[in-house]
């Protein structure tokens, strides 16, 4: 939990014979003799207590809403109970700078979807010798365009996107009907596919290889202007093939 959100914690108010109890608001439930402090990993209560309200959840049923503002740090809740009435089980918390949202959120802004701005190759899988071939819809990361002053919405015109492919670093690239294309949301996510139709001849096996691996880049070029970056890559196996019917 993020320190200072607003979050919900529900307690049912009892008498000990088990019959609920309603509060509208803090002041009557205070004024029955019920509290709430908040106190650290010792027990000493925090030297600045959150702000916090009470409310009726369901009518006649006991059940009532606390809302409190997150504290930093763990701190725990403890609830001050008058004699005659059920205990309230006390809760902890931690007060944190970002949550899994919040980190989630700032991934996502400077890097776009998937959120690693890396030069690793994410697995393709594998595609049998002679198929046709689409990889699915595919995304670009923001931070790729980010760190050279461009975003998603760029991409609706003036960039080319190509694909191709090596085995070694040495041989001849194999681009010759590899299609990589924007998808119809590439200005909003950057989206992309690439396919073929016809399997590459380059990529063929040797009559003796059961598979062989290749490594693909995706690029983008900025038409009026020397801007190229390499936004994707990828490993593709190709295997060989079972069934040669043509």
């Given at each position: 939990m993020?320190t200072?959100?607003?979050?919900?914690k529900?307690?049912?108010?009892e008498?000990?014979?088990?019959?609920?109890l309603?509060?509208s608001?803090k002041?009557?439930?205070q004024a029955?003799?019920?509290d709430?402090s908040?106190r650290?990993?010792?027990?000493?209560a925090l030297s600045s207590?959150?702000?916090?309200?009470?409310?009726?959840?369901v009518s006649?049923?006991g059940?009532?809403?606390?809302?409190y503002t997150?504290?930093?740090?763990i701190s725990?809740?403890?609830?001050?109970v008058p004699a005659?009435?059920?205990?309230?089980?006390?809760?902890g918390?931690?007060?944190?700078?970002?949550?899994?949202d919040a980190?989630?959120?700032?991934q996502l802004?400077a890097?776009?979807i998937p959120?690693?701005?890396?030069?690793?190759?994410s697995d393709?899988?594998?595609?049998?010798?002679g198929?046709?071939?689409?990889?699915?819809?595919?995304y670009?990361?923001?931070?790729?365009l980010?760190k050279?002053g461009?975003?998603?919405?760029d991409?609706?015109?003036?960039?080319?996107?190509t694909a191709g492919?090596?085995?070694?670093?040495?041989?001849?690239m194999?681009?010759?009907?590899v299609?990589?294309a924007?998808g119809?949301?590439?200005?909003?996510?950057?989206?992309?596919?690439v396919?073929?139709?016809?399997f590459p001849?380059?990529m063929n096996?040797?009559s003796?290889?059961?598979s062989?691996?290749?490594?693909?880049?995706?690029?983008?070029k900025r038409?009026t202007?020397?801007?190229?970056?390499t936004s994707?890559?990828y490993?593709?196996?190709?295997?060989?093939q079972?069934?040669t019917?043509?």
């Amino acid at each position: 939990m993020i320190t200072g959100d607003t979050v919900v914690k529900l307690v049912k108010l009892e008498t000990l014979a088990g019959r609920p109890l309603s509060y509208s608001d803090k002041t009557a439930f205070q004024a029955a003799g019920f509290d709430l402090s908040w106190r650290d990993s010792s027990g000493a209560a925090l030297s600045s207590q959150p702000t916090w309200t009470i409310a009726e959840e369901v009518s006649g049923t006991g059940w009532h809403r606390v809302a409190y503002t997150v504290p930093a740090g763990i701190s725990y809740a403890r609830p001050t109970v008058p004699a005659w009435a059920a205990d309230i089980p006390r809760w902890g918390i931690e007060g944190q700078t970002y949550d899994e949202d919040a980190i989630a959120g700032l991934q996502l802004t400077a890097q776009g979807i998937p959120a690693v701005n890396s030069a690793v190759d994410s697995d393709l899988g594998a595609v049998v010798m002679g198929d046709s071939f689409n990889t699915g819809t595919l995304y670009i990361p923001l931070g790729k365009l980010t760190k050279l002053g461009y975003g998603y919405a760029d991409l609706a015109s003036g960039w080319t996107i190509t694909a191709g492919l090596k085995d070694a670093p040495e041989n001849t690239m194999v681009n010759s009907g590899v299609t990589a294309a924007f998808g119809a949301t590439a200005a909003t996510d950057g989206a992309f596919t690439v396919s073929w139709t016809t399997f590459p001849t380059g990529m063929n096996l040797t009559s003796t290889e059961k598979s062989h691996d290749w490594y693909m880049d995706v690029q983008l070029k900025r038409t009026t202007s020397s801007t190229i970056v390499t936004s994707n890559r990828y490993s593709l196996r190709v295997v060989w093939q079972r069934d040669t019917t043509t």
